[in-house]
Every structure is written in C-alpha cells, then in structure tokens.
C-alpha cells in the first residue's frame, strides 16, 4: 500500500497546546506526526503559528475553522489560515436551522460557495467535516450528507470524511470512501467503542478497521490521513496520538 503522510488534529491534545504550543509540537514531530491540522490559534499569531510548526517540521495541512468566523470576517479569516500556509480549511460542523431542512439551509450553502471561492483566491480549497447527524435520511430516503454534497458541488466544497461518524450514523466507511474518491483529499482517522454510548480509544482499539479504511483512503486518492481523538477516557492525550500513529505505521 501507498503511504500516506499522517497529521493530527490538533484538537486532540488542545490543552497540551494551550500550555505550551510550541512544545506540544514538539513532542507531535518526535513522534512521526508529519504534519498539523489546526483547531484555533491559542492566543497567537498567524506568523508565530506557522514559524513554530517550520521549526518543529510540521506541514500546516488544515484547519478547522468554525461558520460563524467567516461570518463574522471572512476575509481576515481566509488571510489568517493563508499566512500560516494551509492547504485546506474545513468548516467543522454544521446543525441546527444552517443544517439540511433548516431555515438558514439554503443561504448558509450560498454562503459556503463565497468562502470556498476565498479560499480558492487564497490558494486554498474548503472542506466539510462530518458527524453522525448528517446521516439521518432526507424525503427520499437518502443521506442528508449526500444531499448536501450534491448541493454544495457547484461550490467546488470537497469532504472531509471522519471515519468513526461515518460508521455511527450508519454508513460503511470504505464505502463512502469509494463514493467520494477525488473529492475528500484528507481522512479522519478516528476509533471508537460502543457500549450504550460512543467512546472514543486510540486507533486499533475499537470497531474501525483501520487497514481497510486506510487502503481505501490510498485507493480513493486521499491526500492526508488525519488523527483526532476528541476525548480520552483510557491514557493521556499524548499517549493515544502515539499508539494511534504506531498503528498507522505499522500497516
């Protein structure tokens, strides 16, 4: 299989980052990570960002960056996530009235086409991240998330696939991977455990197949595969980031 290079997402050891960003990056590289995907600036500039992660030999691959900032000022938010050196940026969730069936549905995805265009201006291409709810079923049966993609396509919005949520809300990862080949260039890595509730673990530890999905992400022309773990309820933050990429290594 082809090797894919592997980030994390930065939102699994945030307050590892808010402690100490430069440090956490630090610990990040030495463990293999090759690059970072963004989740805030924690209290730092766009240029002190992106000197820290060139120094600790981190690629700035993305960043999750939240609908309401580029409401609220979308072209200093577009020129912040350029200065760092991005590649990409993802809008993290959507729900409520801004999601399918809402009453802000259809303006938060005229919206969406202005700021993929920004970023396409900036050198940049937008993505969404899922969770488990865009997969309730629309009228005709199918996935509010395909609806949604099919809506967005005009506005060149690629995905963004997150594994675990995809397999909660009931899809089949390598599946989905395959549907949206050319179109989702990074892929969240993210295991869980179901015991009533879901529970997030270091890959290799719960119900993802971690090999197939990352075959299919190679097969389906996936750029970056990327780790996020939201919560760690078994072992530290840092210690999960390690056992998670040493299972990616070792496929």
Same mark, same amino acid.
């Given at each position: ?6 980030? !994390? ?9 808010? @402690? *100490?960003?430069?440090? @956490? ?10 690059? !970072? ?12 960002? =992106? ?46 009235? =801004? ?6 549905? %259809? ?17 940049? %291409? ?5 969770? @488990? ?12 998330? $395909? ?14 696939? $997150?594994?675990?949520?995809?397999? !909660? ?13 050319? =179109?989702?260039?990074? !892929? ?16 290799? *530890? ?5 090999? @197939? ?15 996020? %773990?939201? $919560? ?20």
């Amino acid at each position: 299989m082809m090797k894919l290079p592997i980030a !994390v997402q930065v939102y699994s050891v945030r307050e590892q980052a808010a @402690a *100490d960003f430069d440090a @956490a990056m630090g610990e990040l590289a030495r463990m293999g990570y090759d690059g !970072v995907e963004l989740a805030g600036l924690y209290g730092k500039s766009p240029e002190e960002i =992106r000197d820290i992660l060139d120094r600790r030999g981190l690629k700035a691959v993305s960043a999750h960056v939240p609908y309401d900032e580029f409401v609220k000022d979308l072209e200093g938010t577009v020129e912040a996530y350029r200065k760092i050196g991005c590649q990409y940026v993802a809008v993290p969730y959507l729900g409520g009235e =801004r999601w399918y069936g809402g009453s802000g549905y %259809q303006e938060t995805l005229s919206f969406l086409s202005v700021i993929a265009e920004k970023c396409k201006e900036a050198g940049m %291409q937008l993505l969404y991240h899922n969770h @488990a709810h865009e997969f309730a079923r629309t009228e005709e049966g199918g996935y509010q998330l $395909d609806a949604f993609y099919e809506a967005a396509e005009t506005a060149a919005l690629a995905a963004e696939l $997150d594994l675990c949520w995809v397999k !909660v809300g009931g899809a089949d990862p390598a599946a989905y991977l395959r549907k949206y080949g050319g =179109r989702c260039p990074l !892929v969240h890595m993210k295991d869980f455990v179901r015991d009533g509730e879901v529970t997030l673990v270091a890959l290799g *530890d719960g119900e993802l197949d971690v090999g @197939a999905a990352a075959a299919q992400a190679v097969e389906s022309g996936a750029e970056w595969l990327v780790v996020e %773990q939201d $919560d760690h309820h078994f072992g530290s933050p840092m210690e999960n980031m390690k056992k998670s990429i040493d299972c990616l290594k070792k496929l």
